[in-house]
């Protein structure tokens, strides 16, 4: 009964995820792509913790880690390049 839970819950993040690289490619505007791409990876880590139940292990559990990270910063400078159109800024830049 788990078993097939867990597989029902890993079906519907995958479509999830397939919804959402439409809302990337096709996106009306910047930040719904920002938007898009941080659920990607929320919904990424969340598929990964579901296969490590599945499989019984904890071997997915550094992947899962170092996802979250890359997923963060991946915001953080896909939104700081909306907002000013440069992601490292430069003393002699204005």
Same mark, same amino acid.
């Given at each position: 009964? /788990?078993?097939?839970? =867990?597989? $029902?819950?890993?079906?519907? @993040?995958?479509?999830?995820?397939?919804? =959402?690289?439409?809302?990337?490619?096709?996106?009306?505007?910047?930040?719904? !792509?920002?938007?898009?791409?941080?659920?990607?990876? &929320?919904?990424?880590?969340?598929?990964?913790?579901?296969?490590?139940?599945? =499989?019984?292990? /904890?071997?997915? =559990?550094?992947?899962?880690? $170092?996802?979250?990270?890359?997923? @963060?910063?991946?915001? $953080?400078?896909?939104? /700081?390049?909306?907002? !000013?159109?440069?992601? &490292?800024? !430069? /003393?002699?830049?204005?």
């Amino acid at each position: 009964m /788990k078993e097939t839970i =867990l597989l $029902i819950a890993l079906t519907l @993040f995958m479509i999830a995820i397939a919804i =959402l690289l439409y809302r990337v490619i096709m996106g009306p505007s910047m930040p719904d !792509r920002a938007i898009a791409l941080d659920t990607i990876g &929320v919904n990424l880590i969340s598929a990964i913790a579901i296969v490590s139940i599945l =499989l019984n292990t /904890k071997a997915f =559990l550094e992947a899962i880690l $170092i996802l979250g990270i890359l997923a @963060f910063i991946g915001t $953080i400078a896909f939104s /700081k390049y909306i907002e !000013r159109g440069v992601i &490292v800024e !430069r /003393k002699g830049d204005n």
